[in-house]
């Protein structure tokens, strides 16, 4: 829930400036909450008090203990949720509106459109899955790169990095070996058949998935790409 307006503008211990607003909310131990976009846009947020856990559109999961400062805007997120025993308590600073300092000959531009669309994740890679006949085939990026591996079943291992989850093995027996990237789209069926008027070939059809549905394409290159569409 959100804390009411006379809660103290303080930020990590430290008094807020006033050009500043500050939006308190709390997340009751066991408790989430629903990711959304739009809520955290142009806001530094700090987690005053308890455990953190963020849940990806993927599965994937991290926790931020007190102290910890995020910039929630704009990522592939399900949920916010209270992982400890007391309450996560997240203070978000942001600039009051029509206080932004523009110098002498500077340009601005202003974009009309809702937070939420000017952040959207459209167009950008959220996802990978690397496709391989081997299970272990993950050590590789292991020893390299420093990747975390996590078993996931028998034929998959989610891959982390300092940032958390952003990739899948996928040990499915096929011939040929293959990274393939997901691209988040507004419509899928939409740009699944744009790209096939633009050369694509298809490699699977628009398929339900955890999260949203997804197609698999063969672009005019000859690489594979994914189109996903997040559900809702």
Same mark, same amino acid.
């Given at each position: 829930?959100?804390?009411?307006?006379?809660?103290?503008?303080?930020?990590?211990?430290?008094?807020?400036?006033?050009?500043?607003?500050?939006?308190?909310?709390?997340?009751?131990?066991?408790?989430?909450?629903?990711?959304?976009?739009?809520?955290?846009?142009?806001?530094? &947020? $700090? =987690?005053? +008090?308890?455990?953190?856990?963020?849940?990806?559109? %993927? @599965?994937?999961?991290? /926790?931020?203990?007190?102290? !910890?400062?995020?910039?929630?805007?704009?990522?592939?997120?399900?949920?916010?949720?209270?992982?400890?025993?007391?309450?996560?308590?997240? &203070? $978000? =600073?942001? +600039?009051?509106?029509?206080?932004?300092?523009?110098? %002498? @000959?500077?340009?601005? /531009?202003?974009?009309?459109? !809702?937070?939420?669309?000017?952040?959207?994740?459209?167009?950008?890679?959220?996802?990978?899955?690397?496709?391989?006949?081997?299970?272990?085939?993950?050590?590789?990026?292991?020893?390299?790169?420093?990747?975390?591996?996590?078993?996931?079943?028998?034929?998959?291992?989610?891959? !982390?990095?300092?940032?958390?989850?952003?990739?899948?093995?996928?040990?499915?027996?096929?011939?040929?070996?293959?990274?393939?990237?997901?691209?988040?789209?507004?419509?899928?069926?939409?740009?699944?058949?744009?790209?096939?008027?633009?050369?694509?070939?298809?490699?699977?059809?628009?398929?339900?998935?955890?999260?949203?549905?997804?197609?698999?394409?063969?672009?005019?290159?000859?690489?594979?790409?994914?189109?996903?569409?997040?559900?809702?």
């Amino acid at each position: 829930m959100d804390e009411p307006s006379g809660t103290p503008s303080t930020f990590l211990g430290g008094q807020v400036p006033l050009a500043f607003r500050v939006r308190v909310v709390t997340v009751a131990p066991g408790e989430e909450r629903a990711y959304d976009d739009a809520e955290w846009c142009d806001s530094i &947020v $700090a =987690v005053e +008090r308890g455990e953190l856990e963020l849940e990806c559109t %993927s @599965g994937g999961r991290r /926790r931020f203990e007190s102290g !910890s400062v995020l910039w929630l805007c704009g990522l592939s997120l399900r949920a916010l949720r209270s992982a400890g025993r007391e309450s996560v308590l997240l &203070v $978000a =600073v942001s +600039r009051e509106r029509g206080d932004e300092f523009v110098p %002498s @000959g500077v340009s601005v /531009r202003l974009d009309k459109r !809702s937070p939420k669309e000017a952040h959207a994740m459209t167009g950008t890679f959220v996802w990978f899955d690397l496709h391989s006949r081997k299970p272990d085939a993950g050590d590789f990026y292991a020893q390299l790169l420093g990747w975390n591996l996590e078993p996931k079943g028998d034929s998959h291992v989610m891959m !982390s990095g300092a940032n958390g989850p952003f990739a899948m093995l996928v040990a499915d027996g096929q011939d040929e070996a293959a990274w393939v990237p997901y691209v988040q789209v507004d419509d899928l069926h939409g740009a699944h058949t744009k790209a096939l008027e633009l050369g694509a070939t298809v490699l699977r059809e628009p398929t339900p998935g955890p999260e949203g549905d997804y197609s698999w394409i063969r672009d005019t290159g000859g690489a594979p790409l994914a189109l996903w569409q997040r559900r809702g």
